[in-house]
């Protein structure tokens, strides 16, 4: 079901036929942790969970077929419920992570009405959205962040990684110079892959869960986690 719902959120994203140039500005991009094992959220914390209190939302961007990142979300997720976040789940990981957050709303069925519609519930409470990485992240220019008025928020978004040059060609996103084949995935899967390369020598001797932490621009968090 994951590649099934993959399809649709891309299909909804571009259109089924649009395409789009790479356009992530690399000098955006902050390493600011290492590869290294990543067991819990406690080395991520002093990066991504500080001064929350300006925030009205918090966008978590798992993959969707990649366990450790719901096991992550999950627990960000309740974390910021007990301090009185509204957490807002898609269907799909509600289902995969038997969390159903406050409220369930898929952006396949809601694109045009998602954020009116939370607001609509929650209007003065602070939010946390759970959705796929590839509708969510900046590094997309399809993101529904970039074509929204959505101010105050902060991102964490995840994502898996090859872990040498010969992963790359089995990696499930691609990644094409193409102008007609530079599609969101096609975007996402090239940024993973120039962002990796510097570090395979050391990810592919690292135990699991392990990756690194960009901080991308000012309002998104990378973490590259295996």
């Known amino acids: 079901m994951g590649k099934a ?14 395409a789009s140039w790479y356009l992530a500005n690399q000098s955006q991009n902050s390493l600011l942790l290492l590869p290294q094992q990543i067991e819990n959220l406690e080395i991520v914390k002093p990066f991504v969970f500080d001064r929350t209190d300006s925030l009205d939302w918090f966008f978590l961007a798992p993959e969707p077929q990649n366990q450790v990142h719901w096991n992550f979300t999950l627990k960000v997720s309740q974390a910021l419920q007990a301090q009185g976040w509204k957490i807002i789940v898609d269907p799909y990981f509600a289902e995969q992570m038997q969390y159903s ?75 094409s110079e193409s102008r007609d084949l530079k599609t969101g995935p096609s975007e996402l899967g090239c940024f993973i892959r120039q962002q990796s390369r510097p570090h395979y020598k050391v ?20 973490l590259f986690l295996l």
Request: proline share 6%; net charge neutral; aromatic share 14%.
């Open 101 to 175: 957050g406050d409220l369930q709303l898929g952006l396949l069925q809601n694109r045009d009405s998602f954020f009116n519609q939370i607001q609509a519930h929650f209007p003065n409470e602070k939010r946390v959205v759970i959705l796929p990485n590839i509708a969510i992240t900046q590094v997309v220019s399809d993101s529904i962040l970039l074509k929204s008025d959505i101010k105050k928020f902060r991102t964490l978004s995840f994502f898996s990684y090859p872990k040498s040059r010969e992963d790359e060609a089995q990696f499930f996103l691609p990644c």
């Open 203 to 222: 990810l592919s001797t690292l135990p699991t869960p392990a990756g690194f932490l960009l901080k991308y621009n000012s309002t998104e968090f990378s």
């Open 5 to 18: 719902y993959w399809l649709g959120v891309i299909f909804v994203l571009v259109g089924g036929l649009s």
